[in-house]
């Protein structure tokens, strides 16, 4: 559990990063058309790795 | 052929001709180095896609993540999943930034964001890096063939070395692409049939799950132990200074990027590449290792073998003739497939980057094809002479991650921070590589330097924790020099940052329209090679005025790209049948397309 912690925290800091400096150049935002549909496919990512992750940890133990 | 049987011997030289000829008869399609590094950036997103991942996973991969497979289970598949986390600066950061300056490779972009000495400085850095990956894969190669045909590394690297040449050398870019294609698919077949068989042989998904042994199912593998293979020192090594190394650095993956046709395609095949292929691929690579700890634990599988030689003795133990060949051809294409790339992208930054500007001289299209072609065997060479080295240190999986752990950390630190910060200076660049680089050396001879950030990772696990503290000292070389310098102002720095993506958005591209059409031949004296001619009814279904530009593709997307012309539209001032474009008889006949 530790482990995954760590990683979506400090990996989740990475891409918070990320995600501010797109959003900054507006290249990602909350606004229909493309921006709206590239942060909604950064964040469904982002939980994919995390659901999928997750899940086996808990499944594994 | 030594340890192979007549029949798996007969499949592997016939992937071995099969993909030599495959490759080669690309070279046509290099007729300038921007088609020999670029392959004329007009491929797909899936051909970029399936490249990426045969790119990723080498020869080392299966070596690598069969044995962490055999030993700790599914946690050997935490390096294929955690990259996500850099994509949203990679997609949004430095992928626009590189396509809207037109840099080939990074010490050309810093170069241009900074001076001549920077951009030296990152060739020699980069170059270290590329070649030291090729010795890497090709000694890992040598050992497979070592083990399975008893042959020597040195001249089973040899033999490879000679034929990737053969292809990569005729078509460049085209031909690694196309050969990756088809490797990636063998690549992921290959490790997927002896995952499957091994199942198989266990009764099913549930009687392999039972005979797994405990703790075999986790993720992760123990926070800070053993020091050989433990979370913390993999994900500082691979998810945060392999990933920014890897996507951002890489010349190899920056040339496929920049392959693609547009921006869009690029960011496509990134998503496809990481959210689907590559954790398929770290099931590919890894599953050998899972079904072989389940064999031994069910007594199937005699035991007693070393953890590197998994892959090999499990693929031997499931498979029947014939089908060993299969998979050894697979374990062959992950090698090329990477060995090729990397070739290509050593070419360019040999070329471009240390050729070019210290010859100085005025560009001459056919002299730097040549040079592009004697930079891959320049480079092929090289990686083939630190064979023997590498056959004199540790394991392979230490020998991967303490070279990846010595040499990245300062130029991805210097990148992230010269696209990110306008105040970023020649002077804090230069410090970053050469200190930095000297620093992480340094700490080889002082692994004390290391302890601060080694997360409570014994001595022996530092060279994985050696990319935490190279990051942040490098970061902190870089951060200070700046801060601490005064900043000489550069006219239009931040144009070559991600902020200038600010004003023009982060696309080439305009508005998109897609429109199925027919080709008209037209007299020369019509139209350049780089116009297409179109009547008022395409102009008012593209939505285009004169002048803009379009992508002339086939809609057979076998093709992939090849039959494909970037034009501008001009107005037609003959009459054209409607949905129809008009192009130069010579862009007709060079992509075989027949009038009408």
Request: proline letters at 5%; one cysteine or more.
């Amino acid at each position: 559990m530790t482990a995954y912690l760590y990683q979506y925290l400090v990996g989740g800091l990475l891409f918070a990063a990320g995600l501010l400096v797109a959003a900054r150049t507006g290249q990602i935002g909350l606004r229909p058309g493309a921006p709206a549909r590239r942060l909604l496919l950064l964040v469904l990512g982002f939980l994919w790795f995390a659901a999928l992750q997750g899940g086996l940890l808990f499944w594994g133990r | 052929m030594g340890a192979l049987g007549p029949l798996d011997a007969a499949v592997v030289l016939a992937y071995f001709v099969g993909i030599t000829l495959f490759g080669a008869s690309f070279g046509r399609y290099a007729r300038s180095t921007r088609d020999f590094y670029l392959a004329g950036q007009r491929l797909p997103a899936w051909l970029v896609a399936f490249s990426l991942l045969a790119t990723t996973v080498g020869s080392y991969s299966f070596v690598k993540y069969a044995s962490a497979g055999y030993r700790f289970g599914l946690a050997s598949s935490q390096t294929y999943l955690n990259d996500w986390f850099w994509m949203p600066l990679f997609l949004f950061g430095w992928l626009p930034v590189a396509y809207r300056t037109g840099v080939l490779s990074v010490p050309e972009y810093f170069r241009r964001r900074f001076d001549e000495r920077v951009g030296l400085a990152a060739a020699a850095v980069l170059l270290l890096y590329l070649v030291g990956y090729i010795g890497i894969n090709l000694f890992t190669m040598g050992r497979a063939l070592e083990a399975l045909l008893g042959v020597g590394a040195f001249p089973a690297a040899l033999v490879v070395v000679a034929l990737v040449m053969v292809y990569e050398t005729s078509g460049g870019q085209t031909s690694v692409v196309f050969t990756d294609f088809v490797q990636g698919v063998m690549l992921l077949a290959g490790g997927l049939l002896v995952l499957a068989l091994g199942v198989a042989r266990l009764g099913g998904i549930g009687g392999f799950l039972e005979a797994l042994p405990p703790g075999h199912l986790q993720p992760f593998p123990p926070f800070n132990e053993p020091p050989d293979f433990n979370f913390v020192g993999i994900f500082w090594q691979d998810a945060v200074a392999g990933g920014v190394a890897f996507y951002f650095v890489n010349q190899g993956m920056l040339l496929r990027f920049l392959s693609a046709r547009s921006l869009a395609e690029g960011r496509k095949a990134a998503s496809v590449a990481l959210l689907v292929l590559l954790p398929l691929g770290a099931v590919a690579v890894s599953g050998a290792g899972w079904v072989g700890a389940a064999l031994e634990a069910r007594g199937v599988l005699p035991g007693g073998f070393r953890p590197d030689d998994a892959f090999l003795v499990v693929a031997k133990f499931l498979c029947r003739p014939g089908l060993l060949g299969l998979v050894l051809a697979a374990l062959l294409a992950a090698l090329m497939s990477t060995a090729d790339s990397l070739i290509n992208a050593t070419s360019a930054v040999l070329v471009r980057d240390l050729y070019r500007p210290c010859v100085g001289r005025a560009a001459d299209e056919r002299h730097d094809l040549a040079a592009a072609r004697i930079g891959s065997l320049v480079a092929g060479v090289c990686g083939l002479l630190l064979v023997p080295v590498y056959s004199s240190y540790g394991t392979v999986y230490e020998a991967h991650g303490a070279f990846i752990a010595a040499v990245t950390p300062p130029m991805a630190v210097a990148l992230v921070l010269a696209f990110l910060w306008p105040g970023f200076t020649a002077a804090a660049a230069l410090v970053t590589l050469l200190g930095g680089t000297a620093l992480m050396f340094l700490s080889l001879l002082l692994p004390g330097l290391v302890s601060p950030f080694a997360h409570g990772v014994t001595p022996q696990g530092y060279g994985f924790m050696r990319a935490c503290y190279g990051i942040a000292i490098s970061a902190a070389l870089g951060v200070a020099t700046a801060l601490a310098g005064r900043s000489r102002p550069v006219p239009d720095v931040e144009r070559l940052t991600v902020w200038g993506l600010r004003d023009r958005g982060d696309s080439r591209d305009g508005p998109r329209t897609r429109v199925r059409l027919r080709v008209r031949a037209v007299r020369a004296d019509s139209a350049g090679a780089g116009v297409a001619l179109v009547g008022p009814d395409l102009e008012e279904a593209l939505g285009r005025t004169e002048g803009c530009r379009v992508f002339v593709d086939d809609a057979r997307f076998w093709y992939g790209g090849l039959r494909s012309a970037r034009c501008r539209v001009a107005r037609a001032t003959e009459p054209l049948p409607g949905g129809s474009v008009g192009l130069q008889a010579e862009v007709m006949e060079r992509n075989r397309w027949r009038d009408g």
